[in-house]
């Protein structure tokens, strides 16, 4: 199975316009455009039911002594950990294809409710949601897609695979409220094949 997008090249910079945060003329964060990237697919395995896709940044800092915080940089050397960026399942076997800000564009406090998707295709919390948590103006359930913004101090660019699955599955057995844990439980054993496509980001670097 293939992924690719027309919104960035494999292992190049994701645009603004697709990142929750950018570097800011008065400062060193502003909000960007957030849209969901354009994203299509070929070659499925014979068999697929469903497809369910997964966006996530694998070089989020383990701790959050120095981030975002002038005149300190995160280390390179510190450990790294998953955060999730989109979560999207019961795509319809037929749908090949997912068009530039077709599921979710601009950012809304306190989190997007009922993101657009492909009819019956349900999208999971992503990891804002943790994020926000203790803001009161941005606090809540973030589902959908809420795009790239790593730490403005950041001495590495991030990476952040998109991830299709191609499952036997029509319906994956999850509540309203879901998230990667729970999606890698239920798709555990039902993924016939898989594709990533791969894009950058940095705060510190042109994006």
């Known amino acids: 199975m293939q992924l690719s997008s027309q919104s960035f090249v494999t292992h190049q910079p994701i645009p603004a316009r697709c990142a929750f945060g950018q570097p800011g003329t ?3 964060f502003a909000f960007a ?3 969901s990237p354009h994203l299509a697919w070929g070659d ?6 469903s497809f369910a896709l997964a966006c996530i940044d694998v070089d989020v800092p383990s701790r959050g002594d120095d981030v975002n915080k002038p ?3 995160v280390p390179a050397d510190l450990p790294r950990v998953e955060f999730t960026h989109w979560l999207m399942i019961d795509i319809d076997a037929g749908v090949r294809e997912l068009t530039e800000g077709a599921c979710g564009s601009g950012i809304v406090a306190h989190g997007k409710q009922q993101p657009p998707g492909p009819p019956g295709s349900r999208q999971g919390i992503n990891d804002y949601t943790h994020w926000f948590a203790d803001d009161a103006g941005m606090a809540g359930d973030y589902y959908g897609y809420d795009g790239p913004c790593p ?3 950041d001495s590495i660019v991030h990476h952040y695979g998109f991830h299709l699955y191609a499952l036997d599955l029509g319906r ?4 309203a409220r879901f998230n990667l844990a729970d999606l890698r439980r239920v798709s555990a054993g039902h993924v016939l094949a898989q594709a990533v496509c791969v894009g950058t980001y940095s705060m510190r670097a042109t994006s």
């Open 71 to 73: 005149g300190r940089i």
């Open 44 to 49: 499925v395995p014979q068999g697929t039911r």
């Open 33 to 35: 455009g957030n849209r």
């Open 151 to 153: 730490p403005w101090n």
């Open 172 to 175: 994956l057995e999850l509540p």
């Open 26 to 28: 008065d400062g060193p």
